[in-house]
């Protein structure tokens, strides 16, 4: 059974920096591609980042330069440096075992941005 748990969320002001982390079991996490999506009030799922199974990292335009996708294979953990952050990137992150369009996720983990 897929098992993806998040954490790192929380309170940030305007240009604030956090890193999430996300731990996964029940698959082989070197061979999987894995994403972030996120989730803002009153709005559908949004594509963060993915990273493929050979590290390669893609962004919509609304975050690439800002943050940064990793794993770290040996510790089946999945990462998402967020910089810079912007009021409008307050949301529920969730960890996905795939690509954007999978169902597989965690519970999520909160960002607040807020002066």
């Known amino acids: 059974e897929v098992h993806l748990v998040e954490s790192g969320g929380g309170l940030v002001q305007p240009g604030g920096s956090l890193r999430l982390s996300c731990v996964a079991s029940?698959?082989?996490?070197?061979?999987?591609?894995m994403t972030w999506l996120r989730q803002a009030p009153g709005r559908g799922l949004e594509w963060v980042a993915t990273i493929n199974r050979g590290s390669l990292p893609s962004y919509p335009p609304e975050v690439k330069g800002r943050f940064t996708i990793s794993r770290d294979n040996a510790k089946n953990t999945l990462f998402l440096q967020l910089n810079s952050l912007e009021p409008e990137d307050a949301a529920m992150y969730y960890c996905?075992?795939?690509?954007?369009?999978?169902?597989?996720r965690g519970q999520g983990t909160q960002v607040t941005v807020s002066a």
């Open positions: 029940g698959f082989t996490f070197a061979d999987s591609a």
């Open positions: 996905v075992k795939g690509y954007a369009d999978s169902e597989e």
